[in-house]
């Protein structure tokens, strides 16, 4: 935040800093740099009096954005490669009979995030899901190592990576992170390093 505001505080020129607000609103929102409060205060500080039509805009396509709740929408189509090279679209899991799939959002450097995974086949084998892990990791080759050590994790793991817009559209500030999508592409659920049993047994009322 201090760092953000030194950087805007160096531009003299008011359309400028407002344009330089709207570029770091739209590019950190999703990542734990500044939260969601201060970058929607900086953008409502723009709306309050913008420089011009276009920045006007601007701001309101970035709040809108913002605002957006993903619980009860249709998630964005997914496709994403194995570490065979196969590609698996996520529509083809939520469509095949399963009540729910779970995307799980993991990295290999994150603890929590591997942790998990070991629970993965005991709540495939106690609910009718099944799970869609995307590696956010910087190189594909470090899950494809991690797949090839942990062959009984036979569900979908898939490579999306650090720049497919995966942060801001799914609004990731940490991993684990989990979204539960029903046989119609609605998310229904999401849980942010929590307890994901805890989650489905509300779900399959169990």
Same mark, same amino acid.
């Given at each position: ?34 939260? /969601?409060? #201060? &970058? ?6 723009? +709306?309050?009096? %913008? ?6 805009? *601007? ?7 913002? /605002?957006? #709740? &993903? ?6 189509? +997914?496709?994403? %490669? ?6 698996? *679209? ?21 603890? %929590? ?25 910087d190189a594909p080759e470090k899950m494809g190592k991690f797949v090839s050590a942990h062959k009984d994790y036979t569900w ?22 989990y979204f539960i999508v029903d046989k119609n592409g609605m998310i229904v659920s999401t849980i942010v390093g929590g307890d ?11």
């Open positions: 935040s201090q760092y953000v505001n030194q950087e805007l505080d160096k531009l003299t020129d008011p359309e400028v800093k407002q344009l330089a607000t709207c570029a770091f609103a739209a590019n950190l929102y999703g990542y734990p740099f500044l939260s /969601d409060k #201060e &970058l929607m205060a900086m953008i409502n500080t723009v +709306l309050k009096n %913008p420089a011009s039509d276009d920045i006007r805009n *601007k701001a309101t396509a970035i709040k809108a954005e913002m /605002d957006r #709740e &993903l619980v009860g929408s249709h998630v964005k189509p +997914l496709a994403f %490669p194995t570490a065979k090279g196969d590609t698996i *679209k996520l529509v083809d899991l939520y469509a095949s009979g399963k009540d729910f799939v779970v995307i799980d959002f993991w990295a290999t450097w994150c603890g %929590p995030c591997v942790a998990s995974m070991k629970k993965f086949n005991a709540l495939k084998a106690k609910y009718n899901i099944e799970v869609y892990s995307i590696s956010l990791d979908p793991i898939v490579y999306g990576g650090r720049k497919n817009g995966l942060h801001p559209y799914f609004k990731i500030r940490a991993i684990p992170t994901l049993d805890h989650e489905l047994k509300k779900l399959f009322k169990k």
